[in-house]
């Protein structure tokens, strides 16, 4: 009978060279035992590939934070193996954040053994795939949605404008926001993606120069609410064309860390940056966020806008999402 430490695990592995190179690895010889420190084992039957997985492929600096290292910022799975009360064998699972894929080896594996903190019960008829075609990155957009609301902002204070609409995080928000009645402005650098973000309900178009391009920190008012995925000048530009008391919600650096702006924005239009942290994110809101995705995400999104590959065609993925061709959500099986 094989044990249960015997179990043999398929993952891809991120090791570093002597001269800081990184190399990744489709290994089928590891097993369970050879997993991280963790009181809940996890069988993965999806994850998802996101920016930062791919930068971690890729090899760029400032994401792992050791090695060996199995990338993968989230994962969904049927617990195996548990020392937390919470959980039992045959639970259905999924965890995004954490550091997982960064600091503790992540989902791009066929096992994982993680905190029981970290996870998430699925919500009731949320398969592992489509878990993970909504992943980290329609996580976040959920995230962004709620803080909106929660700012008081609705549909009738005016147009919101989506930031790297043709990406997941991006992609997910147009979905939700133009299911709540919102008229949503996408935009995006890719203008061949205008037939896909308008079945997702976006209303506009604009080019990603409309508002990287801007120079000024205060532009004519245009928009009542933004969600930004990017960043840097993008970012910079959504906050000059705030209406008066108006809010974004920043959940990405793509374009970099350095907002160049002045407090403008801020003081003569009351304008509100909020931040969405989707890694340290408590758990009752985290639930609560799940929750709303399995009952309100459109089906449209999960129709036309997710690609599935197996794990074996990562490390090709990887310079895809990170030349902008990879479209929408991307789930990952091991």
């Known amino acids: 009978m094989t044990q249960p430490n015997s179990q043999a695990v398929r993952a891809l592995v991120l090791t570093q060279n002597d001269d800081k190179s990184v190399r990744a690895d489709l290994r089928g010889d590891l097993t369970v035992s050879d997993l991280p420190e963790g009181n809940v084992l996890v069988r993965v039957e999806a994850s998802s590939l996101n920016y930062k997985d791919g930068m971690a492929v890729a090899g760029r600096p400032g994401i792992v934070r050791k090695f060996p290292m199995v990338p993968g910022i989230d994962l969904a799975g049927t617990v195996l193996e548990s020392q937390d009360e919470r959980y039992r064998p045959g639970d259905a699972v999924l965890l995004t954040g954490w550091g997982v894929g960064e600091g503790h080896w992540g989902g ?11 996870l998430t019960h699925r919500p009731e008829g949320m398969d592992a795939k489509k878990a993970m075609a909504i992943g980290t990155a329609g996580f976040t957009a959920m995230l962004a949605v709620m803080a909106l609301e929660e700012y008081g902002l609705t549909p009738d204070s005016g147009d919101v404008v989506v930031t790297g609409a043709a990406g997941g995080v991006g992609s997910v928000a ?13 935009s995006t650098g890719r203008a061949e993606e205008e037939e896909y ?6 209303a506009e178009l604009i080019g990603r120069d409309v508002l990287s391009g801007l120079k000024r920190p205060l532009e004519k008012e245009r928009f009542a609410a933004g969600i930004d995925s990017v960043g840097s000048t993008t970012l910079a530009g959504l906050l000059a064309c705030l209406k008066r008391g108006g809010a974004a919600a920043a959940c990405g650096l793509a374009g970099g860390s ?3 702006t002045t407090v403008l924005p801020f003081i003569l ?4 940056l909020l931040g969405i942290d989707s890694v340290m994110c408590p758990p009752e809101r985290r639930e609560r966020a799940w ?10 999104l999960l129709s036309s806008g997710v690609s599935e590959y197996p794990l074996s065609e990562v490390q090709e993925l990887a310079p895809r999402i ?5 479209r929408g959500r991307t789930v990952i099986v091991p």
């Not at 239009?269 to 509100?272: D, L, P």
């Open 108 to 118: 791009f594996a066929s096992h994982a053994r993680v905190q029981g903190d970290w």
């Open 174 to 186: 147009v979905a939700l926001l133009a299911a709540a009645g919102w008229r949503v402005v996408a």
């Open 197 to 202: 973000l308008k079945s997702l309900g976006a």
């Open 258 to 260: 350095d907002l160049p």
């Open 269 to 272: 239009r009351g304008a509100t």
């Open 291 to 300: 929750e709303r995705l399995n009952r309100e995400l459109p089906a449209v």
């Open 322 to 326: 990170l030349a902008g061709q990879v």
